[in-house]
């Protein structure tokens, strides 16, 4: 069993910064991760990626957050450095990773820019 705990979220003005955090836990090793990923989703929209770290640290982002989000990692702990936040951040921020071809997924973290 796979636990993932997302946290940091909260409400920001525009212009601020955020950092989440994700945090795996349970019957895996970290070297056994390979994707983790960052979503966000707003209500009424698709799930979209936001951002990707491959298991060798190779990233992509989604074009709206270049040069302003950060995605790290660090074993089974995972990283999105927010700033210069606008309100069209405003969404719930998921975690996922991948182990051996299988995904989990956190419970959401909410983030909200207020203009």
């Known amino acids: 069993q796979v636990q993932l705990v997302e946290s940091g979220g909260g409400l920001v003005q525009a212009g601020g910064s955020l950092r989440l955090s994700c945090a795996a836990s349970g019957s895996m090793l970290s070297s056994s991760i390979n994707g983790m990923d960052w979503y966000r989703q707003v209500p009424g929209k698709q799930r979209e990626l936001v951002a990707g770290i491959t298991r060798g640290g190779s990233t992509n982002y989604a074009d709206y957050v270049k040069g302003r989000f950060t995605i790290s990692r660090d074993n089974a702990k995972m990283y999105l450095q927010m700033n210069s936040l606008k309100p069209e951040d405003t969404a719930v921020y998921y975690c996922?990773?991948?182990?051996?071809?299988?995904?989990?997924w956190g419970q959401g973290t909410q983030v909200t820019v207020s203009s």
């Open positions: 996922r990773i991948t182990i051996f071809g299988n995904a989990y």
